[in-house]
Nanobody, 123 residues
Framework: QVHLVESGGGLVQPGGSLRLSCAASGSIFRSYTMGWYRQAPGKQRELVAT???????NYADSVKGRFTISRNNAKNTAYLQMNSLKPEDTAVYYC?????????????????WGQGTQVTISS
């Protein structure tokens, strides 16, 4: 069983940057496509970025050009570099192994969910 722990969230001003980390236990991490999700208050959780085991990335239109997903298989860790942050990026961010490779909104994920990390963009 893979356990996921997200970290790196915080409060930043619009236009700022954050780097999120997702630490996964278990040796099978490297075989999964990994993704970053977010859930804003009152909204459904949505998949925003994915990276395959081979490093191919895909992004939701809302974050394309601003967010970068990466992974380090040796460290069982996935990352989300977020630049040019906007108030509408405010959400709890989670990582998981998505069912779909291309982010198109809702995705149920394949693994047990971690606690997420809060990202708040506000001046």
């Amino acid at each position: 069983q893979v356990h996921l722990v997200e970290s790196g969230g915080g409060l930043v001003q619009p236009g700022g940057s954050l780097r999120l980390s997702c630490a996964a236990s278990g040796s099978i991490f490297r075989s999964y496509t990994m993704g970053w999700y977010r859930q804003a208050p009152g909204k459904q959780r949505e998949l925003v970025a994915t990276i395959t085991s081979g490093g191919v990335t895909n992004y939701a239109d809302s974050v394309k050009g601003r967010f970068t997903i990466s992974r380090n298989n040796a460290k069982n860790t996935a990352y989300l570099q977020m630049n040019s942050l906007k108030p509408e990026d405010t959400a709890v961010y989670y990582c998981n192994a998505p069912v779909t490779i291309v982010p198109t909104g809702y995705d149920p994920g394949k693994l047990p969910w971690g606690q997420g990390t809060q990202v708040t963009i506000s001046s």
